[in-house]
């Protein structure tokens, strides 16, 4: 068994006994950084391996949790198995809307495909908005529960877990697949992918609509923590949190993001419990760290890969 | 105009850019099993004939043949899984990935398996590759990243990836571009020992006379969008035409330098 077998087994026993250990408080900040963690792995699957940097995948993330609240909410889930049917749904419904605006997006790249993700998550976000019997407008939708005992936070979190551990393990498989091996040489040159026989529109447009998918259900599973779903999810301001997560890990890194999620939760909850400027302090923090690990967190860790 | 033994017929094909005509009507055959070159002044539409080849630039009129199959309409990476591989006159590799994925890469779009999402890529036929790292020239560790590579080893890299997609024809838009004088005669002798191996026919272009003569079957010699002549080298030597081209840019770069 080697050194990386070890530690990925230690963190996962870690993951599994962390509520044991924390208050409410802290197993609720535990879960947004599962869901966060999810969110910016596949964030990173398009940026980090495809070299397709999205201005919106925060579209995705809010889409999914709107969807997951409106289909818990209309079908008025009370079981267990029920509300655990949500989460794919939501997937589902997230990948649906990652097709339609990845059609189009991935025929532009590099700036253009940044703008036109940009614009499509700006359309949503007016939706969620202006379309107030669906959505509730500015006041989002609230009440959001999981039923019965999955309602507190411990069991909620080992809820999270289940879904999230897979999640990324679907994903880490992807990234060392021929899908994936192919995905990081388009990065580095896709003209030279599309001449060896690789349709690369079509090769973007599943990589976007998988990042699309599984950041729908990161949406879903913090919607249901939080309790509430607001526009400003969709907002592009949102879309800016992966991207700061991504780099603050290292997108060179597999599970770099996932670390670049904890550390940016774990920061704004502690500044802004004790500041109202926090936005400003983790601008410096964020600035140091960048221009000091140029890699990321990530890259303090693992030495190895340049 | 088209015969059995053409691997390859170019039918009058014509595009022009704005204002520019850049190719006015250039018509030729590339035989099986022959090593072609193009070559012709800067600004020849050498590339642009190139580019419509491979369909990067659909042409405006005329047509390209390919084993008996008309091009038109055809995208670039179904080309290649038809049967024409190219390579690049700034040499396009992956310098991310090691020396074996960047082979491997092309090894998996051959067999049409891109898209497999579950299975370890490493795994695909990392014998294959290396044989044909090893074709090229390329013996060293195939574990090392491509980005470390000299740039007359990224030229070969970038061979080894389109003979990969085990193509019919070779395509090579200035395969010694940036090499040094005794680098190129080198480097283009392998490139024509493994199309022979492997029985490829092959259309090339290249500035470097002596390169050209040292290996090409047929020589065609583009002007200003048009074809002035297809031919031997021996006869394309011969010709007044080409000679008052090219020594026409000869007074001219003198004049400049």
Known sequence: MNAQRVGLIGLIAVLALLPLALSDFWTFIAIEILAFALYAISFNLLMGYGGMLSFGHAAFFGVGAYAGGLLAKSAGVGSMWGFALVMPMAMAVAALFAAAIGFFSVRRSGIYFAMLTFAFQMLLYTVALKAIGLTGGDDGLTGLRPPGALAAPGPYYYFALAWVLPAIYVIHRLVRSPFGLTLRAMRNNPLRVEYSGVDVRNHQLITFVIAGAFAGLAGALFAFSSGNVFPGWLNWTASATPIVMAVLGGVQSFLGPALGAAVYVILEVTISGSTEYWHLFMGLVILLLVLMMPRGLAGLIDRKRP | MSRTDDILTVESVARRFGGVQALGGVSLEVRRGEFHAIIGPNGAGKSTFFNTLTGLVSPDAGRIV?????????????????????????????????????????????????????????????????????????????????????????????????????????????????????????????????????????????????????????????????????????????????????LGEAVIEQGVG
């Open chain 2, 66 to 246: 390919f084993e008996g199959r008309d091009l038109s309409g055809i995208a670039p990476h179904q080309r290649v899984r038809l049967g024409i591989g190219r390579t690049f006159q700034i040499t396009r590799i992956f310098p991310d990935l090691t020396l074996l994925e960047n082979v491997q890469v092309a090894l998996l779009a051959h067999d049409r398996a891109s898209l497999a999402p579950w299975r370890d890529a490493s795994k695909h036929k990392p014998t294959d590759a290396r044989e044909l790292l090893e074709r090229v020239g390329l013996s060293g560790p195939s574990g090392q990243l491509a980005a470390a590579l000299a740039h007359g080893d990224r030229k070969r890299l970038e061979l080894a990836i389109t003979l990969a997609g085990k193509p019919r024809l070779l395509l090579l838009d200035e395969p010694t571009a940036g090499m040094g004088a005794q680098e190129r005669l080198e480097s283009i002798r392998m490139v024509h020992k493994v199309a022979a191996e492997l029985g490829l026919s092959c259309l090339f272009t290249e500035h470097d006379m002596a390169v050209v003569f040292s290996v090409a079957s047929r020589i065609s010699v583009l002007v200003q969008g048009k074809l002035l002549i297809t031919g031997q080298p021996e006869a394309v030597r011969a010709s007044e035409q080409v000679q008052r081209v090219y």
